[in-house]
């Protein structure tokens, strides 16, 4: 009986190599590494999105990375039914800044790095606050303002809370707001939350909302400055 020629051998493991020197490919990227673009604002502010994963890297070295699941998934080809892992992971720097992405893989470990790569290209800024009414501090430790966020039968509402609250959520909206950089709120979620994606996206979108919200002069408004509308900002 002929053996196979690679029976025996072992598979190369790269983890421990260091990481090729990175070269942009885009004039986003070509900034960061030049050091004209120090922070995802800017980009943003230019209307531009993240399309490579090494700028969040070169622009927050600093930043984790947590697997929030890796599950199997089929779908049925000509050849048969063709499995795959998908796995989600949560990206963040706990300072304003978090990242949610899925990937898809034959494998586990390629899963994740897809997911990683894909997390970090979705970074969303958090303009952080203090909107509670019982704290007024005005310090960066809970959100201005209420947000809702949806995904499928998922509904997540978040609201400011004075500090020393904690985070008041289900385990996988307390993990996207700790990665958020979020210390204080109150949250409340529906629908089937068992579903991490749907829950956790869920969270990433009411976030997101903070950065649709424009006020009259920003989030640091005096509580006596009115906006248009004649409502007052605190």
């Known amino acids: 009986m002929a053996m196979r020629k690679d029976m025996g051998r072992r598979r ?15 004039d986003i990227g070509k900034a960061v590494k030049a050091g004209t673009i120090t922070s995802v604002e800017e980009i943003f502010d230019q209307g531009k999105k993240i399309l490579e994963c ?12 947590e697997t929030l699941e890796v599950s199997s998934t089929q779908r049925m080809t000509k050849n048969g039914r063709k499995m795959q892992f998908r796995a989600i992971v949560l990206v963040g720097d706990k300072k304003g800044h978090f990242g949610i992405g899925a990937g898809k893989s034959e494998e586990v470990r390629p899963a994740i790095e897809s997911a990683v790569k894909n997390a970090k290209r979705n970074l969303v800024s958090v303009p952080l606050g203090c909107g509670s009414w019982e704290c007024g501090c005005g310090k ?4 201005p303002i209420q947000v809702i966020g949806k995904l499928g039968s998922v509904k997540v509402t978040l609201k400011p ?8 959520a289900n385990e996988v909206v307390k993990k996207v707001l700790l990665f958020a950089g979020v210390k204080d709120v109150w949250s409340f979620s529906r629908g089937r939350t068992r579903n991490i994606y749907n829950t956790a996206m869920a969270a990433g979108n009411a976030l997101q909302q903070l950065n649709t919200i424009r006020l009259k002069g920003g989030w640091e408004t005096k509580k006596d ?5 004649g409502t007052q900002v605190s």
């Open 225 to 229: 400055e009115t906006t248009e509308t």
């Open 161 to 168: 809370a004075p500090r020393g609250l904690g985070i008041a």
């Open 140 to 143: 960066s430790h809970s959100i």
């Open 12 to 26: 190369r493991d790269n983890r421990d190599e260091p990481k090729p020197d990175w070269i942009p490919k885009t």
């Open 54 to 65: 090494e700028i969040v890297d070169h622009i927050y070295p600093d930043i984790s990375e």
